[in-house]
T-cell receptor
Framework: EPEVTQTPSHQVTQMGQEVILRCVPI?????FYWYRQILGQKVEFLVS????????KSEIFDDQFSVERPDGSNFTLKIRSTKLEDSAMYFC?????????????FGPGTRLTVT | GDSVTQMEGPVTLSEEAFLTINCTYT??????LFWYVQYPGEGLQLLLKATKADDKGSNKGFEATYRKETTSFHLEKGSVQVSDSAVYFCALRGGSARQLTFGSGTQLTVLP
């Protein structure tokens, strides 16, 4: 069964460093998403991406965040200058255009630890 | 804005016990409602969904009914198994939006 994959599973970085989290969505999906979950808190929407541009974004997704689909398979989230409060589990998801109600398939997550 | 309030955990039950995890929501319009499950070390998996009032979603013995009058979507299972141990998330998608709004998750542990 097709699945969303994410790498790395755990990333440790120092405050102020740039990180790139990688995702490979399901191959025939057209919408891509990033969510995050700070430990003990809710899963929060960050951004959605369709047709090579951002479709929607939350207020969390400020100028230090960016997303890219650099090739036909990868979808990346870049955090330009990490802060301690960026420590969280980051989930990638994808969905097709067709089908109601556009079920989102999630990856296993990348745990980001900023020290 | 949209929000989901979920029963606080953790919840610990014995095998074959009855499970209820409460979920209520606030949303404009007519949202679609979901339960996701996360097993240890894995991603979020859709467990069941309901797209309109009075719909009942069901899967793997779990059920939830979309109650518009009480803005609720409580998850139930008549007889839990050890393999049901996981974190359960209630979520909604409101109106024309594609993104999901999640509850805080409920950790369920089922003991043999």
């Amino acid at each position: 069964e097709p699945e969303v994959t994410q790498t790395p599973s755990h990333q440790v970085t120092q405050m102020g460093q740039e990180v790139i989290l990688r995702c490979v969505p399901i191959s025939n999906h057209l919408y891509f998403y990033w969510y995050r979950q700070i430990l003990g808190q809710k899963v929060e929407f960050l951004v959605s991406f369709y047709n090579n541009e951002i479709s929607e974004k939350s207020e969390i997704f400020d100028d230090q965040f960016s997303v890219e689909r650099p090739d036909g398979s990868n979808f990346t989230l870049k955090i330009r200058s990490t802060k301690l409060e960026d420590s969280a589990m980051y989930f990638c998801a994808s969905s097709t255009l067709a089908g109601v109600p556009y079920e989102q398939y999630f990856g296993p997550g990348t745990r980001l630890t900023v020290t | 804005g949209d929000s989901v309030t979920q029963m606080e955990g953790p919840v610990t039950l014995s095998e074959e016990a009855f499970l209820t995890i409460n979920c209520t929501y606030t949303a404009t319009g007519y949202p679609s409602l979901f339960w996701y499950v996360q097993y240890p070390g894995e991603g979020l998996q859709l467990l069941l969904k309901a797209t309109k009032a009075d719909d009942k979603g069901s899967n793997k013995g779990f059920e939830a009914t979309y109650r518009k009058e009480t803005t609720s979507f409580h998850l139930e299972k008549g007889s839990v198994q050890v393999s049901d141990s996981a974190v359960y998330f209630c979520a909604l998608r409101g109106g024309s939006a594609r993104q999901l709004t999640f509850g805080s998750g409920t950790q369920l542990t089922v003991l043999p």
